[in-house]
Structures are given as C-alpha cells and as structure tokens.
C-alpha cells in the first residue's frame, strides 16, 4: 500500500522566514508529484506539479523538489506571508497495473504564517 | 478558462433528505473524481470516472449513495436519504490523464453538507 507521509504535521513561524515542508512517498515508481493548498472551508489549489522527468518546479516564493531515489518531495516557501497560511497537502498519482490510476493523499502539514 | 465548477457550495438538510451536488469539469478533462472531506481530515474518494465510465466506485456507499457522468463532462453525485455522519465537504476534481501520465489535478471549491 503506497503511503505519503508530510512532516512537520504543523508548523507556526513569524513572518519572513524561509519554510521547508516534506512529503516521503513509499513507492518509487513515481509518475508525478503535485503539491497542493488548501485554505479552511475551501477546496484544494494546484501550487506545483512536478513531472517524474524533472527535478524541481518554481514558481514565484515557492520552489518544489523531487529527489525519486529517495522517495522525497521538498516545498520551499521563501520570505513567507500571512496569507500563506494553510495547509499544504501533496498528491502522489500512480498508475495500475491493468490500467487506471490512483491517488494518494500525503497527510498533509498546517502552516501559520504570523505577523 | 473557467476551473471545475461545483454547486450547491453549502447545503443544509435534515436527515432522511435527499441532496445532489453537481460538478463541472475543466473542458476535455476525461477524468472526473469526487471526494469526501472531513473536518481536519484529507480528502477521501468516493468515485473515479474516466469518460462516462466509473472505474473506480469501491469506497462509494451504494446504499445511499450514486453518481452519474452521462455524457462524460459534468457529473451529479446523489446522496438519499442523508444520515447525520455524511456532514462533509464534497469535491470534485478532474484531469486530463492519459495511459501513462495523470495529469494535473484540478479540484473545485467543495459542496459543504450539514445534515441536522
């Protein structure tokens, strides 16, 4: 059964600093690796989808690493703000076997972000 | 270009009602998922349809629950009648996946049930 652990499980910082959020999958027969937000009461926003063939993806503050040999995803969250406060969950797809796929929901890390 | 579109965005009911929620998904997404959240908790699937076709429906409760994607855009999840423990957020996301690739993931803003 493939699992995706996010570590830390919550995390509270001032405002400004620089954040790492981890996300270790079990499986390395990786596909793609998409890093999501969710605010309170809403759905998920797509930060980040980062391809089995690449290495990383940035866009704005927010930078995402995929390390496959070592089953690790890395979000980078520079100069953080207020408004990034939420919790950041990571999406692991994986192909069937036979066809279909499945995803599988990282247990998620809540970031407060304070002035 | 407009996201997957979802509504009611809440609804309240009391139980034994019947409740549907509808979802659109991005144009010329095949794939076509519906969730369950709970509170402090990570979504949870209800149902995969790729095209018209659920291929996916193991963890759909079919004694009260069913779903429909017609024509293989949008979609309308049914729940009757509504027990006190289906009070959730119920989100729809699509992609565009293909034999070897899922695809990006696009989730709407969620059906929110309170079930009195």
């Known amino acids: 059964k493939q699992e995706v652990t996010q570590i830390p499980a919550a995390l509270s910082v001032p405002e400004g600093e620089n954040l790492v959020l981890n996300c270790s999958f079990t499986d390395s027969a990786i596909y793609n690796l998409q890093w999501f937000r969710q605010d309170p009461g809403k759905g998920l926003t797509s930060l980040l989808l980062i391809q089995s063939s690449q290495r990383e993806q940035t866009s704005g503050r927010l930078n995402a690493s995929l390390d496959k040999s070592s089953g690790r995803s890395t979000l980078y969250i520079a100069a953080s703000q207020p408004g990034d406060s939420a919790t950041y969950l990571c999406v692991w797809p994986s192909i069937l076997t036979g066809g279909g796929n499945k995803l599988t929901f990282g247990t998620g890390t809540q970031l407060k972000v304070e002035l | 270009e407009a996201g997957v579109v979802q509504s009611p965005r809440y609804k309240i009911i009391e139980k034994k009602q019947p409740v549907a929620f509808w979802c659109n998904p991005i144009s010329g997404h095949n794939t076509l998922y519906w969730y369950l959240q709970n509170l402090g908790q990570g979504p949870e699937l209800l149902i995969r349809?790729?095209?018209?076709?659920?291929?996916?429906d193991s963890q759909l409760p079919k004694d009260r629950f069913s779903a429909e994607r017609l024509k293989g855009v949008d979609s309308t999840l049914k729940i009757q009648p509504a027990e006190l423990g289906d009070s959730a957020v119920y989100l729809c996301a699509s992609s565009s996946a293909t034999s070897t690739d899922t695809g990006e993931l696009f989730f709407g803003e969620g059906s929110r049930l309170t079930v009195l």
């Open positions: 349809y790729e095209n018209e076709e659920a291929v996916d």
